[in-house]
């Protein structure tokens, strides 16, 4: 069968599971559109979680990043898993205990405030927009690329697609479809990095394939760095970042992990406290699978491209090469007319532009694997994208039916109403989403960074603090948030987008780039937060007992005690 | 359930916090970030260790992390008879 045939059956039986599991998981109040019913099991939201937190980023392009950093892209692999651990030992189950929808709902009522409840609504807008706008656009790439659709048709298909099992199931269809999509995601990664584990090294587990030998005995890593060296490239497994920017952009990304609404909402899923722990567990278990294989298949796909072209005749490359070129994706430019490729360390002489996201879309063609598999990962790819765009589209329709109409503008509205709201919000979501898809903005790259930087800088100090000190108040934590927020914006558009008289590399402060400047943020408005808070009056009796009382899983609560 | 044993059992959940954030920095800042130069003259097997604590190490580590926290908290629970 054709890879056309293969791709269309492929990704008609996903997306048909999908809408099949929308109809049967249909909400039918705001408790199950907003947290599913509180009842899902840990296993269940650990998968979930997983397919909610892996996006098209994880699936499509992080294994290719690695691949051209080498070391350096090791900040993307413990800071994008380090965060769990912060969320199951720091957030997670204390979020559970408190027992409410959505982010916005503990911010205002720990600090007992509407305005750091919309500063907090702001925050998870932003970010979860910046977010959404990149899964759309996987989404077209994936279709045009493999379905030989338009990129906005593909856009819209997945639009479509999305806005039936968002709009009809809430969390509750978002839940289940998820648990589908991570085992579409997972199998569709695993099967290309196994097999060509197995043409390189011999070994059926890419995770020890990596550090394996090759058929003439010399270690896969040793060799790379040796390719490296003799083409001018740095060498693999030594880094260009300086250690510092390293530090901070792990920190940023780990604490920006733990800081996000949409993975932070899916620990309101579950029944009680230590499902809440347990799910994290689970999920961590189940991103770490693919975050393991990654630099594994980095590394294959590196070493295979850089045998598989360097150096050779142009007109005798495979065909996959030709393939790849007409999307513009990898070119070759004969500076010396040769005939030749040089791909080289030194960009006078490099005749090879490769794009980073064909490493793990190409892997398969690359290895020669059956046409199968090459469809796999598209339908892979799709369900990273989707996953994540509907768990961040829910949020989205939570901040603005739940935070802002029913806690702020017009509280007595009904819970039909406020369902009907959800329902439009999402609606309008999806659309606002899809337009971002078609149309992206250019500063959809940068704002990646920055909307990690923004929940580093924004929720997880106002969470931590609302959760480990009573005496946390309102101006204290507004504050901070503020502050965080600010100078954040302020780093990001200064160095991003040349505003406030641009810069670069030179004059960042203390050699932190704007990736790692998160870190800083974070940092300001820890301490902003916990100098103003010493000098204004501390917060009332019953915040004070909600804190005593998020602290302990049970509902035996020290208020009817003692 | 007296103030005082709550107190108690929230300090034990500290305590534990504490060793087991330590873990989680040691792993992946300190191998991974700030000592990689040194650990990377160490080899196992095909890896260099520094590398292989960044790219590989730090995540399995991460994952026993939590599943002891797991454990610690349970038995905590039970203990102060606070489990749900």
């Known amino acids: 069968m054709t890879l056309q045939t293969w791709t269309w059956i492929l990704v008609g039986i996903t997306f048909a599971l999908y809408i099949g599991i929308a109809i049967w998981s249909r909400a039918s109040s705001t408790k199950e559109f907003y947290i599913a019913g509180g009842g899902v099991s840990p296993l269940a939201n650990g998968l979930a979680t997983a397919a909610d937190w892996m996006s098209a980023a994880s699936f499509i392009s992080m294994a290719g990043i690695i691949s051209f950093n080498g070391y350096d892209g090791s900040v993307y692999l413990m800071g994008w898993t380090g965060g769990y651990v912060l969320l199951a030992l720091l957030l997670a189950p204390y979020l559970r205990k408190f027992g409410k929808f959505t982010v916005p709902d503990f911010i205002g009522d720990r600090y007992y405030s509407n305005t750091a409840r919309s500063v907090a609504v702001f925050c998870a807008l932003l970010v979860s927009f910046t977010y959404v706008a990149g899964q759309m656009r996987g989404v077209g790439l994936v279709f045009s690329r493999f379905l030989e659709v338009d990129i906005n048709t593909g856009v819209i298909i997945g639009m479509i697609i999305v806005l039936f099992y968002a709009v009809l199931g809430g969390m509750k269809g978002i839940t289940y479809t998820q648990v589908a999509q991570y085992c579409v995601l997972i199998f569709a990664f695993m099967v290309p990095a196994i097999f060509i584990s197995i043409q390189m090294t011999g070994n059926p587990i890419p995770q020890l394939g990596f550090g394996g030998m090759d058929e003439n005995g010399v270690y896969l890593l040793d060799k790379l760095d040796g390719l490296h060296r003799d083409l001018g490239f740095a060498a693999y497994t030594s880094g260009s970042k300086s250690t510092l920017d390293v530090f901070f952009i792990t920190a940023a990304l ?42 594994a298949l980095a590394v294959f796909t590196r070493t295979n491209l850089i045998e598989t072209v360097s150096n050779q005749k142009y007109d005798e490359l495979p065909s996959w090469f030709n393939n790849w070129e007409h999307t513009g994706l990898i070119s070759f430019e004969d500076k010396n007319n040769d005939g030749k490729i040089q791909y080289v360390g030194d960009a006078a002489k490099n005749e090879l532009t490769v794009d980073r996201d064909i490493m793990v879309l190409a892997t398969p063609e690359i290895a020669h ?5 090459i469809a796999l990962v598209a339908a892979g790819g799709l369900a990273a994208a989707l996953s994540t765009a509907a768990g961040l589209l829910l949020v989205i329709s939570a901040s603005v039916s739940h935070d802002l109409i029913k806690k702020m503008i017009k509280p007595d509205i009904s819970e039909k109403g406020e369902l009907i709201a959800a329902r439009l919000s999402a609606i309008v979501a999806v659309c606002v989403a899809g337009y971002f898809g078609i149309n992206p903005p250019d500063f959809v790259a940068a704002t990646v960074a920055l909307a990690f930087g923004l929940a580093a800088a924004s929720f997880f100090p106002a969470i931590i603090l609302g959760i480990f000190s009573k005496k946390m108040n309102k101006e204290g934590a507004i504050a901070g948030m503020l502050v965080g927020i600010l100078l954040m914006l302020f780093y990001m558009t200064k160095f991003k987008f040349d505003w406030f008289g641009g810069g670069t590399k030179e004059d960042w402060w203390f050699g932190i780039s704007p990736e790692g400047f998160g870190t800083v943020a974070m940092m300001a408005n820890f301490v902003v937060s916990i100098i103003i808070s010493k000098f204004t009056p501390n917060p009332p009796e019953e915040v004070q007992e909600i804190v005593e009382n998020i602290r302990i899983p049970s509902n035996v609560g020290i208020a009817q005690n003692h | 359930m007296s103030t005082n044993m709550l107190k108690k059992y929230w300090k034990t959940n500290l305590k534990y916090l504490a060793i087991l954030l330590s873990i989680w920095f040691v792993v992946s800042y300190g191998f991974g970030i700030l000592l990689v130069d040194e650990l990377n003259t160490i080899r196992l097997g095909g890896f260099k260790l520094g590398f292989w604590f960044a790219q590989q190490g730090s995540m399995y580590v991460f994952v026993i992390l939590i599943f002891v926290y797991i454990r610690l908290m349970n038995a905590l629970d039970k203990k102060y008879n606070l489990d749900d």
């Open chain 1, 254 to 295: 780990m604490v920006g992990t733990a800081g996000l609404p949409h993975v932070i909402v899916r620990f309101f899923t579950v029944k009680k406290v230590s499902d809440a722990r347990k799910s994290a567990g689970w999920a961590l278990l189940f991103i770490t699978v693919l975050y393991t294989a990654a630099p």
């Open chain 1, 369 to 373: 694997l059956p046409n199968w598999v």
